[in-house]
């Protein structure tokens, strides 16, 4: 989902509904009252409402204020609001963390599958004029837009099970991320209250990610698209405005008319691997000056667009030269990983070749534990990891490198199970 952050939140001293005794005590409460949300439930005025249910009900008659007072409808909120309570699978789901992070070749291998490269083929050909239009307008090839599709939803296969307002609500109301998602609730509210969604037919995923581009409620509202002209900007059921919209995004964010996202290449042996990374940028004349060539060994144009060489799976594993679009779609999701994998699959969505180098690379997938010794590590030998939160982004990724080179190893950069040993072994020394 595109990765919009922001917003504003009035911090309330009796959320006890959050630790695990009172929130399983809330809802086993509310699940027997019975409710019109699918999932969900509210207090029928059967029982009296338990001290948990009350708290949540003070919380949001105040976001009621807060709304009303930025000139939603109480049309709106009544429609959106009443009946309302926290979801227990939504909570489970935002505290949950995967054991084990995914290699490169994981990641993508999951997502750029023969079925889904042909399935892309496929509705590329039956929705190629209406993406041509898109195109057009906005300057975003048609292949992109199918291939972020694919990966967000699996071509519409699955847009999230969740009411998007009650999932947003659960989220606001707890603690850990409350004032990113008080925002987007409230510009959920605005949406239905513009007259885009009915809220009953607002679905999305447990995070609130909404529709065929998985936008969230502040995306959506700026960068949301009426491609049809009927008045309502509708990325659930109407492709025109989910795919218009996918590229308007786009197009607001930076995309450059006629760039491609990036291409693999192959470096020298001599390459110097301080040079990759995001924070090196040379213009393709540039890098090809240094030995760097296309995947198939010829040498790279004399351009002078700029790009990165990036290493996912460290050394061993594939090289990409990428380039300024690449950057946008790490606009849409900030993830490595994700942009290479959009990219891929539309140039195979086109026929484009599969990667060719690096399959044979160790990727033994670290856990988040794992990864977190590692940053401790780097940390306590001066390189600047912190904080050790157990994901593995460009200041890990800067740090491992300083550590390597200081060893006099390949600064790649990636952090591998040989890295946590190595590091292991230089705290004992």
């Known amino acids: 989902m595109p990765s919009i952050m922001g917003g504003k939140t009035k911090m309330l001293s009796c959320r006890k509904l959050f630790s695990a005794a009172a929130l399983i005590m809330s809802l086993l ?13 509210h207090n029928t005025g059967n029982n009296p409402p338990s001290v948990e249910d009350q708290d949540f009900q003070d919380w949001l008659e105040a976001l009621r204020r807060e709304a009303r007072e930025q000139g939603i409808s109480e049309a709106t909120l009544d429609a959106s609001l009443v009946g309302i309570s926290p979801v227990m699978r939504v909570i489970e789901l935002d505290r949950s963390q995967p054991e084990f992070t995914q290699t490169f070749w994981d990641y993508l291998n999951r997502r750029v599958t023969e079925t889904r490269v042909r399935r892309g083929r496929e509705l590329l050909d039956a929705h190629r004029e209406l993406l041509n239009g898109i195109y057009n307008q906005y300057g975003v090839p ?4 199918i291939a ?5 939803t699996n071509y519409g296969g699955y847009m999230g099970g969740f009411q998007a307002i009650d999932a947003l609500a659960t989220l606001a109301y707890n603690p850990r991320r409350a004032a990113f998602f008080r925002s987007e609730l409230l510009d959920a509210l605005r949406i239905v209250d513009q007259g885009h969604i009915a809220p009953d037919q607002m679905k999305g995923s447990w995070a609130g ?41 786009l197009s607001d964010i930076g995309w450059r008319k006629g760039e491609r996202w990036g291409r693999e290449v192959v470096l020298p042996d001599d390459f110097d691997l301080g040079l990759a990374g995001m924070h090196t940028k040379k213009t ?3 890098w090809a000056a240094l030995g760097v060539r296309q995947a198939n060994g010829a040498i790279l144009p004399d351009a002078e667009m700029a790009g990165s060489v990036i290493l996912p799976q460290g050394r061993e594993g594939p ?15 900030r993830s490595i990983n994700y942009a290479i994998t959009v990219g891929h699959l539309a140039d195979r969505i086109i026929g484009m070749p599969g990667i060719v180098y690096g399959h044979d690379a160790a990727h033994t997938p670290l856990s988040r534990e794992e990864i977190k010794k590692i940053q401790a590590r780097v940390n306590r030998l001066g390189f600047d990891a912190s904080p050790a939160d157990g994901l593995a982004g460009p200041r890990t990724n800067t740090a491992i490198r300083s550590f390597q080179a200081a060893q006099g190893l390949p600064p790649d950069g990636y952090a591998s199970p040989g890295l946590l040993e190595r590091l292991q072994k230089a705290a004992k020394d």
Request: net charge negative.
């Open 29 to 41: 409460f509310v699940l027997s009252a019975g409710s019109p949300h699918a999932g969900e439930s």
């Open 142 to 145: 048609p292949r992109y837009i």
């Open 148 to 152: 972020f599709w694919g990966l967000e």
């Open 209 to 249: 990610a909404m529709g065929h581009m998985q936008f969230m409620p502040s995306t959506f509202r700026r960068h949301a698209v009426d491609y049809t002209g009927d008045g309502r900007k509708d990325i659930w059921n109407s492709l025109p405005d989910a795919f218009a919209s996918g590229a308007g995004f």
């Open 284 to 286: 393709v004349t540039a």
């Open 319 to 333: 090289a990409f030269l990428v380039y300024d679009n690449f950057r946008v779609i790490m606009g849409w999701n």
